[in-house]
């Protein structure tokens, strides 16, 4: 019985692994998703920026086919195998990310997101850019966050506002909110998710310790988590001084073994200079000393 | 075979010691042989330098493959020109005036190779001069090319030193050399003329040169082990190291010694000058350095192997029942254990079995290097996903084989042209010990 038990979580472990290596579906809703804006070439120059910072490690150059070993192989995105996915295909493929194809949800904000799609787009003379979403024909909420701090309670506040169809603001209730602090190497999510209350309010707690820069400052930014991507959100982005205040001096700022070679320690200098100095000292008067066997024999003639 | 020392004449020693000194068939044979195989070694570098390192086996995951194993090898042979001329020199041993030459000769052959060997290793060897130009002071291939040059510096003035009386009276008592040999010689005798003067400076900057080794010849190998040793990585991570490369290192060289002296003594006769006695002796050295060798070893792999940290396990695993097994125990025990034992008996110090022997020691010595450069590097601390199986298993390519043989052809080479035009045995010391006190210089 127990072997039977087994057997079937290995098969279906197998199976849902084999389905997961090789499919990577993108929901219906998703498909149909569109820019909410016309690419113009400067959104493409920012795009290119962009690919070249966050993509090309692992694509390659546009159209040069020489993308990264890896697998699934990441392929060249002018070619044809991206370019006939439509535009929402693309967009949720780069929020989502496939391992090893790393999501790019809070790492590049959704207008990156579609600057990157459209300098793709610009690899491909065929294609027709659909009619960009507008605010009213959008269907789904459309939520604004704010932010601030709360000095006393040492707490970020974020409220979430929605626009009603009617064009007035009321308070958004039922909203996932996360929150994030920029660090050296992209974002770090601080605490969990947060759903707004009746109010629009979701609050985070702040840590005490978080280092930030020398006066403080850290930037913290809230945003809508929704990865069904059913909202048209705007995040709340800010710098506060709510950071632990921290002067660290980058590690190759002084002399040091790991540093340049200017900024070798003295001792090292030394050292070495010293050595060698008296070794091929040593070495040039024997040489010396040699070149004088010669006049010996002069003088004894 | 023997001879009484008061059979020796003046004359006898200098034609016994200087009869090899001619151009031959024997010598052009071996000579186009070696010229034709350097050649077709240089025709797979080529490829290398057109195509680049990828038509060697080594990818992003062991990025020092043969290459840098062979050069661990040749700095390591390199040492033993330290070993027999400065330590046991210094030391007073008698017995080691034939061998001085060989062991030199063997030092500056290997040590000059060395330099190569890493050049065959990099990509654009164009920007060699670059570490030269922009190397760290902090850094231990800065450190590394430093003495490495040095001390071939210094390898090259012991051998010569020794040279200027024997050329002295090569050029004026041997009449049948080459002719254009004989005003090379004159000019490198440097007018010696055994005036005391003379000797004095001779044996002066000889003791300056001897003392001045032991600190370059243990810094290269020390260092050599450094580049290793300064990795946090499985299996090199070791503060032992430095003198398990340097007693390897004489394990590696006392071999070659060993022989080296066999050829010589056969195709050149010399079994009036290397006589059982010196295999006995040199069999004795090997056996020693081989023991302290051993002891070193059993520290590289009890200690780690006793406390099993995760990176180590993985790695002595793969070493002691893995992928290297074979290899690593073949070496051990066929390399290092058998012939300890063997060196034992007096019996397998005569000349052919300690041959025979040092052939296996210094076989396994290289495959030893190949064992600790390149395993590490199959277990890095942050593997790289979904790479390619080449990156993970190194497997050396046949182009890559032939680059890694071209230096010890080099080698050979240099040790041929240098034992074909000078005495292999230093002749005015022999002489000297054998109580002929001056010569007759004209």
């Given at each position: 019985m127990r072997f039977i038990n087994l057997f079937i979580i290995l098969y279906v472990c197998s199976i849902g692994m084999t389905v997961s290596a090789q499919t990577w579906v993108v929901p219906d809703d998703q498909k149909t998703v569109v820019a909410p804006f016309l690419f113009t070439p400067e959104m493409q120059k920012q795009g290119e920026q962009i690919y070249l910072k966050n993509c090309q490690s692992c694509h390659?150059?546009?159209?040069?086919?020489?993308?990264?070993?890896l697998t699934p192989p990441p392929g060249d995105l002018s070619k044809e195998l991206a370019q006939k996915q439509p535009d929402g295909e693309l967009f949720y493929r780069i929020t989502v990310g496939k391992a090893p194809m790393p999501e790019f949800r809070n790492i590049l904000s959704e207008d990156e997101r579609w600057w990157v799609i459209a300098y793709m787009r610009s690899y491909n003379p065929k294609y027709i850019q659909p009619n960009p979403a507008t605010k009213a024909s959008f269907a789904g909420r459309i939520v604004t966050l704010d932010m601030k701090y709360d000095d006393l309670g040492k707490k970020v506040v974020v409220t979430a506002n929605e626009e009603l169809k009617d064009g007035q603001s009321v308070h958004a209730a039922g909203v996932e909110v996360a929150l994030f602090v920029k660090r050296f190497f992209g974002k770090l999510q601080v605490g969990e998710l947060k759903t707004t209350n009746d109010k629009g309010l979701a609050i985070f707690e702040f840590p005490a310790d978080l280092p930030g820069n020398k006066e403080g400052y850290v930037e913290v930014s809230a945003m809508v988590n929704d990865p069904k991507n059913i909202m048209k959100t705007t995040g709340a982005i800010a710098t506060l001084?709510?950071?632990?205040?921290t002067d660290m001096p980058s590690l190759?700022?002084?002399?040091?073994?790991?540093?340049t070679r200017g900024k070798a320690p003295v001792w090292i200098i030394l050292t070495y200079t010293l050595s060698v100095i008296i070794v091929w000292g040593f070495i040039f008067y024997i040489v010396y000393s040699i070149l004088k066997i010669r006049k010996v024999k002069k003088i004894n003639l | 075979m023997t001879m009484d020392d008061n059979q020796f004449t003046f004359d006898k020693i200098t034609s016994d010691l200087t009869h090899h000194i001619r151009i031959n068939k024997g010598f052009l044979i071996w000579m186009g042989f070696l010229t034709v195989s350097l050649m077709v070694c240089l025709y797979a570098y080529s490829i290398q330098l057109r195509t680049g390192l990828g038509v060697a086996g080594i990818r992003d995951y062991v990025t020092w493959g043969m290459y840098l194993a062979n050069f661990v090898f040749f700095v390591a042979a390199s040492l033993i020109g330290m070993l027999i001329s400065a330590v046991l020199g210094l030391i007073g041993m008698k017995w080691l005036t034939p061998i001085t030459r060989i062991a030199e000769t063997i030092a500056v052959a290997f040590a000059a190779v060395a330099g190569l060997v890493i050049v065959s290793?990099?990509?654009?060897?164009?920007?060699?001069?670059y570490v030269f130009l922009y190397g760290r002071p902090q850094s231990p291939i800065l450190w590394d090319v430093t003495v490495i040059t040095t001390y071939l510096v210094l390898s090259l003035l012991l051998l010569f030193l020794p040279l200027i009386a024997d050329m002295a009276i090569i050029h004026r008592?041997?009449?049948?050399?080459?002719?254009?040999l004989k005003p090379i010689y004159k000019v490198l005798?440097?007018?010696?003329?055994?005036n005391p003067q003379q000797n004095k400076i001779i044996n002066r900057a000889i003791r300056t040169l001897l003392i001045l080794l032991i600190p370059a010849a243990l810094s290269i190998h020390t260092v050599t082990s450094w580049l290793f040793a300064v990795t946090s990585r499985a299996g090199w991570d070791s503060t032992v190291f430095g003198p398990y490369f340097v007693s390897g290192a004489f394990v590696a060289g006392s071999a070659a010694v060993i022989i080296a002296m066999f050829f010589f003594r056969k195709n050149y006769k010399l079994q009036n000058y290397l006589t059982d006695l010196h295999f006995n002796n040199m069999g004795k050295v090997l056996a020693t350095v081989s023991l302290v060798y051993l002891y070193f070893n059993i520290n590289e792999f009890l200690v780690p192997g006793y406390k099993l940290k995760r990176a180590d396990a993985v790695h002595l695993h793969e070493l002691f029942a893995g992928k290297d097994t074979l290899l690593f125990w073949v070496v051990q025990i066929g390399g290092l254990i058998l012939p300890i034992l063997f060196m034992l008996f007096h019996r397998f110090r005569k000349p052919l079995p300690i041959m025979l022997i040092s052939v296996a020691v210094l076989i396994a010595a290289w495959f030893k290097r190949y064992i600790i450069v390149i395993p590490t590097q199959e277990h890095p601390f942050l593997p790289i996903q979904h790479v390619p199986q080449n990156f993970v298993h190194y497997s050396p390519t046949l182009i890559e084989t032939m680059i890694t043989i071209a230096p010890f052809i080099l080698v050979l080479i240099i040790i041929t042209l240098i034992s074909k035009f000078f005495p292999v045995i230093p002749l005015h010391e022999t002489a000297r010990e054998k109580g002929i006190e001056h010569f007759k210089f004209d």
């Open positions: 390659g150059l546009m159209g040069k086919d020489n993308w990264a070993k001084a709510i950071g632990k205040p190759t700022e002084g002399r040091a073994w790991w540093a | 290793d990099m990509g654009r060897p164009e920007r060699l001069v008592k041997v009449d049948r050399l080459p002719s254009w005798s440097l007018n010696f003329t055994d």
